[in-house]
């Protein structure tokens, strides 16, 4: 097997060379771009979870939430009462590093709730986990609508134009790698063996209760860092951001790009973005034809039919020697 | 002569489960000692799986306690007793559907792997030694069993008795010392059979492994155990050599019934 840290090295590049050429692409690509790549995290992430692990969540949103709120308070209060002097908007990439400690406090903040929501619920399957995710994530906007430090329901704003290319297509690209190296792998055949037969799994010696705490705890912390790619993205949060419905539109994005499949969930992500980019002008039928492009996917599954094809272009990516979900 | 006997491999003692009122299994003792090949049978609803089950810990005995290699097992959840040296089939073959038969074998060795998340992700070079040596040994026990052929394939489009050997090899490749097989000949026909008990002793004789079967097909039993423990209506009913359960009344008439001819026949000359 190649080593897809290939992968990775050109991903990054991309990332680089597309934040160098930042000053010829207009304002709105640029929008549309960033919020495609946070998306593509957060869809990888939740992958992890409902694609490779099987174990389905509602809160997706809630970590991104916790991302959010944790960079914006450190960027908007910690760092400018710690280095008062600093200049905190360079145009360079170095003179940007100090995001690099932000994004991954963020990540970390949404590990820790993830392993403990994880921790207990997780020994519950499918329904019942659903609730309890369900039940996390609104415990999560609302809390954060009645503390008032962070704003309450009005949300936090002015937050720094932190986020730029760099970050966004450097940590989709981090998430990617992350998660195939994760998946293909003997450790990875964990999550698939606790998927595919919890009972089986725990026979072979497999300790599904980690496994499954493991992918939600990755999943968590991966949202976090995309919730404050966000957060420094479009300058403002607000708990109703990341309510139930931004959930659903992540699982959408998993489910359109396959379950399991890393590389078609992150299409299934960028389409879904320029399906709602392009929506924009029907005004109030947005939902109706958005809700039947959806049922289009899911009946042609373009994403699912792309993705072996694009994945021979990615260098080091082992080509799937059997349709999975076939039995 | 003087010689104590060896201390045994397993040793159940006087276990019952009950469900509510329901009682699967009452006060049943079990010896296995190492590398022992024992036969489990008994008719239908006789407490074979829910012996296993408590066994393998995926229910508690509600009375009676279970020592693997003089250790108790109270307590330890499935996964844990797999690495103690426990490993087993099921009688309704579980297989990961959505990996290949490679990938099946494969995850046996995830309990003793020496790379966790962080080298995964990494992919240093010890990374990559482990999955050289995983993927060699996983290849090797394909080999030997003679599923090579297939190893790329779906688990799940493999023949119904290529299936059940896939099981055993995965079992098998957890390293156990004792394997517990839940009638692995179900389902198969004779040649399948007769390949199946040439599979049985070869465990035995190459990986020195224990193996304690539960099986309905009496040539299969009779064929290979060196000892059979009868199990009815949850409790033990004999146990001894093939011989002297196939001749013992009170398992004809387990399997039988009581007034049929041939038990009571036996019965009246005794």
């Given at each position: 097997m190649k080593n897809p840290r290939i992968a990775l090295a050109g991903g990054l590049a991309v990332a680089v060379i597309l934040q160098s050429c930042s000053g010829w692409v207009d304002p709105y690509t640029t929008q549309v771009i960033l919020f495609a790549a946070i998306n593509v995290i957060l869809a990888v992430s939740l992958n992890l979870v409902m694609g490779e692990t099987g174990q389905f969540s509602l809160c997706h949103a809630a970590f991104m939430a916790l991302g959010a709120y944790t960079s914006a308070l450190l960027t908007g209060k910690a760092l400018p009462f710690l280095l008062p002097h600093c200049s905190w908007t360079g145009t360079s990439v170095?003179?940007?590093?100090?995001?690099?400690?932000?994004?991954?406090?963020?990540?970390?903040?949404?590990?820790?709730a993830g392993f403990i929501v994880g921790g207990p619920s997780l020994r519950l399957r499918g329904d019942y986990l659903a609730m309890v995710t369900l039940g996390f994530g609104e415990i999560i906007r609302v809390l954060l609508q009645n503390t008032d430090a962070v704003g309450g329901a009005r949300g936090m704003e002015g937050i720094l134009p932190a986020t730029n290319l760099f970050w966004v297509v450097g940590a989709a690209a981090l998430t990617l790698y992350t998660m195939i190296s994760l998946v293909r792998s003997t450790y990875g055949r964990g999550f698939h063996a606790v998927r595919d037969d919890e009972i089986a799994a725990a026979a072979m010696g497999i300790n599904t209760t980690r496994f499954k705490v493991t992918a939600f705890v990755i999943g968590a912390f991966f949202a976090g860092v995309a919730g404050a790619l966000y957060a420094h993205a479009v300058e403002f949060i607000s708990p109703e951001g990341f309510n139930f419905l931004r959930s659903f539109e992540i699982i959408v994005m998993v489910i359109l790009g396959g379950l399991g499949r890393p590389v078609?969930?992150?299409?299934?992500?960028?389409?879904?973005?320029?399906?709602?980019?392009?929506?924009?002008?029907?005004?109030?039928?947005?939902?109706?034809?958005?809700?039947?492009?959806?049922?289009?996917?899911?009946?042609?599954?373009?994403?699912?039919?792309?993705?072996p094809y694009l994945r021979r272009l990615i260098p080091g990516v082992k080509k799937r020697p059997t349709p999975h979900g076939k039995s | 002569m003087g010689n104590p006997e060896p201390p045994p491999l397993l040793e159940a003692k006087n276990c019952s489960l009950r469900f509510g009122g329901i009682a699967a299994l009452t006060d049943v003792s079990?010896?296995?000692?190492?590398?022992?090949?024992?036969?489990?049978?008994?008719?239908?609803?006789?407490?074979?799986?829910?012996?296993?089950?408590?066994?393998?810990g995926v229910y508690r005995p509600t009375e009676g306690e279970i020592l693997f290699d003089g250790r108790s097992t109270a307590g330890m959840p499935p996964h844990r007793i797999n690495t103690i040296g426990v490993a087993r089939t099921f009688q309704?073959?579980?297989?990961?559907?959505?990996?290949?038969?490679?990938?099946?074998?494969?995850?046996?060795?995830i309990a003793r792997l020496r790379n966790g998340l962080v080298h995964t992700v990494r992919r240093g070079r010890l990374f990559r030694r482990e999955e050289g040596e995983i993927h060699e040994e996983g290849t090797r026990l394909l080999?030997?069993?003679?599923?090579?052929?297939?190893?790329?394939?779906?688990?799940?489009?493999?023949?119904?008795?290529?299936?059940?050997?896939?099981?055993?090899?995965?079992?098998?490749?957890?390293?156990?010392?004792?394997?517990?097989?839940?009638?692995p000949a179900a389902g198969m026909n004779p040649t399948e059979k007769e390949a199946l008990k040439s599979l049985i002793s070869r465990?035995?004789?190459?990986?020195?492994?224990?193996?304690?079967?539960?099986?309905?097909?009496?040539?299969?039993?009779?064929?290979?155990?060196?000892?059979?423990?009868?199990?009815?209506?949850?409790?033990?009913l004999c146990s001894g050599t093939p011989s002297e359960v196939r001749s013992d009344p009170k398992v004809i008439a387990a399997y039988l019934g009581e007034s049929h001819p041939v038990a009571r026949h036996r019965e009246e000359a005794t």
């Open positions: 170095a003179s940007q590093l100090w995001f690099l400690p932000v994004l991954i406090a963020a990540g970390v903040v949404a590990a820790i078609g969930v992150a299409i299934a992500a960028v389409l879904i973005t320029l399906l709602n980019e392009w929506l924009r002008d029907l005004s109030q039928y947005r939902m109706v034809v958005y809700a039947l492009i959806i049922i289009l996917f899911m009946i042609l599954r373009p994403t699912e039919r792309l993705a | 079990l010896r296995i000692n190492e590398g022992e090949l024992v036969g489990l049978i008994g008719p239908n609803g006789a407490g074979k799986t829910s012996l296993f089950n408590i066994l393998t309704n073959i579980r297989l990961f559907a959505s990996l290949d038969v490679r990938m099946n074998v494969r995850t046996s060795f080999a030997y069993f003679g599923l090579e052929q297939a190893a790329s394939h779906p688990s799940r489009s493999l023949p119904y008795g290529d299936q059940r050997r896939l099981e055993i090899v995965r079992a098998l490749a957890t390293k156990p010392r004792l394997l517990l097989l839940d009638e465990i035995r004789t190459e990986f020195g492994t224990a193996v304690l079967l539960v099986e309905h097909d009496m040539k299969v039993v009779m064929g290979i155990c060196e000892r059979i423990v009868v199990l009815d209506q949850g409790r033990v």
